[in-house]
Each structure stands twice: as C-alpha cells, then as structure tokens.
C-alpha cells in the first residue's frame, strides 16, 4: 500500500472515474462541519478516522471541489483548516482518542496524580505523532501544488 493509500484510504472502486458533483462537495462539507463543532478531537489528540460522518478521502475530495469554486477568503480559510484538520483523524486508533486531553484532569487536584495520567495518556503517541505530521506536512503539500496558497 502507498504512502497516500495508507494516509487517505482508497476510494471505492466504483467512485474512482467519477468526479465529485458541486452539490455531493457542499453535502459533504456541511456534514463534516457540523461534526467538527461537536466531535473534532481534542487539541494534541488524535481520532479514528471511522468516526468522520464520510470517508476521509472523500472529505478530502468535497474540500477540494469547494476550494476550487470558492470565492469567499474567510470560507476557502475554513476549508483548508477543515482539509489540514483531517490529519487528526487516522485508521486503527480506536473508540477512544489518544494523546493528551487535559480536560479529562478536571477534578484532579494532586500535582502527582495529574502528573500520572499526563504520561499514561502520553504512551505510545509517539506512532501517532509521526502518522499525524507526515499527512499534515502532505496535505499541506497539497494545497500548495493547487494553487491553495498555505501561510508558512
């Protein structure tokens, strides 16, 4: 499987060859957003990506068709920060996010007790990290070779 295959899934092979309407894009886009502003992973936490209300690669897809006809600089902003979001979201990671979610110390007073349950949330983020930084730096990648200009 190819570096973009593992990152962004496979397209079914029956949406291979046909390309994506302007009105599946704007489907897809307002679903994926609307979930984002209940359900987007916490800062430094990574998500399954089984979660998204679409697959991955066709978020990635509607994004792209909506970019591309966008006209509005404060909407093709949201649809970059939403296609760089996906990197936070990736296969095999579980029912429950991983990585640091402080929000899960509320009520936890002790220095050491708070210390404890940073480094547990912390194990093994490493794979996670990395996975996470090499689509990011990817789709960011991508949005530049299209003509997305991206800030540094």
């Known amino acids: 499987m190819g570096v973009f295959s593992k990152l962004f899934g496979k397209r079914p092979p029956h949406t291979r060859d046909i390309p994506m ?4 894009a704007v489907k ?54 939403g296609y760089l979001e996906l990197s936070n979201w990736q296969e095999g990671v579980g029912p429950e996010d991983r990585g640091i979610d402080t929000s899960k110390l509320d009520g936890v007073t002790d220095i050491e007790a708070q210390a404890r349950a940073i480094l547990a949330q912390a194990e093994g983020m490493d794979e996670w990290n990395n996975l996470v930084s090499a689509e990011l730096a990817l789709r960011v990648a991508q949005l530049k070779e299209k003509g997305f200009v991206i800030d540094a």
């Open 21 to 24: 309407t302007s009105a599946q």
């Open 28 to 81: 897809i886009i307002n679903a994926y957003g609307g979930f984002l502003e209940k359900s987007a992973p916490t800062l430094g936490c990574v998500a399954d990506a089984s979660k998204l209300p679409f697959p991955k690669v066709q978020i990635s897809e509607a994004i792209l068709v909506g970019l591309s006809s966008a006209t509005d600089p404060k909407m093709k902003d949201m649809l970059k920060a």
